[in-house]
Structures are given as C-alpha cells and as structure tokens.
C-alpha cells in the first residue's frame, strides 16, 4: 500500500529534508511541496493535490500551519515538524498524528509515518477526501468524459496513453500510468505491473504471476510489484492463526 504525502514549510532547507526522508521511504509517494502556505491551501481544496499525508510547518508567513491544518479540514492526515515546542496543545486539538520537533531524525520521522498508516488503514480519524469520479480528456478537443471510480476494473499503459477499462466500456486518453497511479486511492487501486493497475473491489484471483478479474481478463504481475500485491493480500487475508 502507497500513500502520498505533501510538505509544506517556508524555509527550502526543511522541505529538502522532509522530501529526502519521503522519496527514501517505500510505500510512500511525494505529490509536492510548497512554501506559500496560502498557495498549499489552494492546491489541497482544489484537488489539484490529494495527499493522505501533510507535513506541516507551524511558523510561517500569512497562515500558519494550525490555521492551515484547520482549512484543509478532513482532506488528508497531518504532521506538524516546527522547531517550536509551545503549539503541541493547539496541535493536538487539530487532531494531528504527531508533532516533530525540527531537527529530527529519520528514524523519528518513520515513527510519525508508523502512526499515520495506523490511523489510515484503520481509517479512523482524519482521511482524505475521494472524489466517486474523476474526469479525462477525450479524442475530441474540448470533450471530457467523467469516469466512475468504482467500474474501473483495471487501467492498461499503452505507450504515452493510458486505457482506462470498465465493465462495459473502454476510454484512451493522453497520460502515463505514473500520473494517474499517484491520483488513486491506494486503499482501492493497486499497481502490479508497470503497465497496469487494478481496482482490488474487481480482483477474483490472485497468482504468483497473474490476477484473475471477476470478468474474466487477466493482467500480468511484474516481480517489482509482486510485493506489494502480496502485503495487499495479507492485509485483507482471513486465516486460522498459527499455533
């Protein structure tokens, strides 16, 4: 499972750090950073980021970054890193993961990480917003066609084009697989090739090389991947337990 994660803080030298420490973590994916909080305000509301996690200056011009974790409201889960001790109450009453305090480690970092998949996968507490649909561009300049998250039974790389597979009905548009792989639910859609994603509520069988769709079609799981489709499994697996 993969969850994205954005930062926000005015000062470079921090979000150079904090990017560091998400881009060497596995299971965690960096959509971007901002140092206008007003500006991270916009991208957050507006859906033009859809982070599971931000991380939060506190100190910083225009909004800081309790004003801010009140403006995006339930849209993602937040970690406050400020070099400040004296706002973990306020923090806290914002129902944050947890509050860093700057320099941190990056073992302190994977705790505070540790504590918002926990929160996620049990989804409890603050989560961010899915949106039941997304729109692509079509073959024909200035058409959009609206996609129903939930009949997406899987999405297929075809060169620079993605096509994107529902039950009854295919689309092609202009992306690569990495873009839209970063805009869907990782709780929903799980990536186990290079060339395709699944939607897990679809999935009937799964195989050491392939899965097996309830309509039939089978796609490929490339050995990168395999991983994380296995962790997928576990996760939702029902066993008797091991004496």
């Known amino acids: ?21 998400i881009t060497s973590t596995p299971g965690l994916i960096l959509e ?6 007003l500006q991270a305000m916009v991208m957050i509301n507006g859906g033009k980021v859809r982070p599971n996690i931000v991380f939060l200056d506190i100190d910083m011009p225009k909004l800081s970054g309790l004003q801010l974790a009140e403006l995006i409201g339930n849209r993602a889960l937040v970690i406050f890193t400020t070099a400040f001790a004296d706002y973990a109450v306020q923090a806290f009453e914002q129902e944050a993961v947890d509050y860093i305090l700057k320099p941190f480690s990056y073992d302190r970092f994977l705790k505070a990480v540790e504590r918002a998949k926990e929160r996620l996968r049990a989804g409890t507490g603050k989560t961010a917003k899915e949106d039941p649909f997304f729109f692509i561009k079509t073959d024909l300049k200035g058409r959009y066609a609206q996609i129903p998250v939930d009949e997406v039974d899987y999405i297929h790389a075809d060169g620079n084009y ?55 079609q089978t796609v490929p799981v490339g050995s990168t991947f395999r991983p994380g489709v296995l962790q997928k499994v576990e996760e939702n697996l029902f066993d008797r337990p091991q004496p």
Not at 1 to 21: K, P, Q, T, W
Not at 172 to 198: A, G, K, M, N, W
């Open 162 to 216: 993605i096509q994107i597979h529902l039950s009854d009905r295919m689309y092609q548009t202009y992306l690569s697989i990495t873009e839209i792989s970063e805009r869907l639910s990782p709780d929903q859609f799980i990536r186990c090739h290079r060339s395709y994603i699944v939607n897990i509520a679809k999935v009937k069988l799964v195989e050491s090389s392939t899965i097996t769709l309830k309509s039939g």
């Open 1 to 21: 499972m993969s969850f994205r994660c954005f930062a926000v803080d005015d000062e470079n030298h921090a979000l150079s750090v904090i990017s560091g420490y």
């Open 32 to 37: 971007g950073t901002e140092n206008d909080p």
